[in-house]
């Protein structure tokens, strides 16, 4: 990769590739993969990973790569604090290797000498100052990274954790418009019960919920069936 090359128009239009992704319609699965092909292209490096923090184990675990390995592909996980990923998602700050072969910090040297792995890049992905993700670039020979390659892989970060944050968002909207949804359903069949035949509040809810787990149906469905029987009547 060399060191002076014109980079920034390549720059420029893969971070415009990626807003235009990530502004659309795609799933976050094929958007997170997007954004480690064309980061991995335009860095010309032969991996490119983004890693997602796991709050409750504070575990990062690999969810996107370009990468082809099935040994590179295998799950695993790096508690933080551990390694590079860990420690990179520990500092909050960026962390350039010229060899891992060479770096105590980096613990997976057999499989950086079996998938010829050199230099490594590894920039903290941020929502709102709190590290959720870490992304890595490879190089297959020793290649010094500058400051704007630095730059670049901080800014896809950003837009990467934008990304997953307004996925996160909408996911978290959709459950709870589709809680509310539920519990008018529900309280109007309970009224229903509760008129038809003289049941308590207690007693109606206790029916709908034993014939949700009876029928094996969301309880959703057990009030939409009260509802409409109630209403063709």
């Known amino acids: 990769m060399p060191d002076s090359a014109p980079k920034d ?12 992704a990530i502004t659309s319609e795609l799933y976050l ?3 997170l993969k997007l954004v480690v092909s064309l980061t991995a292209n335009v860095m010309k490096a032969k991996i490119c990973a983004l890693w997602l923090l796991d709050e409750a184990t504070q575990e990062l675990k690999i969810r996107a790569t370009q990468a082809m390995s099935s040994e590179y592909l295998k799950e695993r996980s790096i508690k933080v604090g551990e390694g590079v990923v860990g420690l990179v998602a520990k ?12 770096d105590s910090r980096y613990k997976e040297k057999t499989l950086a000498k079996k998938e010829g792995l050199v230099s490594m890049i590894s920039v903290p992905m941020f929502v709102k100052d709190k590290v959720i993700g870490v992304i890595n670039c490879y190089t297959t020979a020793k290649y010094k990274f500058t400051r704007s390659d630095i730059d670049l892989l901080s800014t896809v970060a950003n837009q990467a954790a934008v990304a997953i944050e307004n996925t996160e968002l909408m996911v978290k909207t959709r459950v709870i418009q589709e809680e ?15 008129r038809q035949r003289g ?3 207690d007693e109606a809810f206790t029916l709908i919920r034993k014939s949700s787990m009876h029928k094996r149906l969301p309880m959703k469905e057990i009030a939409e069936a009260i509802i409409i029987s109630y209403e063709i009547k």
């Open 91 to 102: 500092e909050q700050t960026p962390l350039v290797i010229l060899d891992v072969s060479k």
């Open 9 to 20: 128009k390549k720059y420029l239009n893969t971070l415009k590739q990626i807003s235009k």
């Open 199 to 201: 049941l308590s509040e």
């Open 180 to 194: 509310l949804a539920t519990r008018k359903k529900v309280e109007r069949a309970k009224g229903i019960l509760m």
């Open 29 to 31: 699965e094929d958007i």
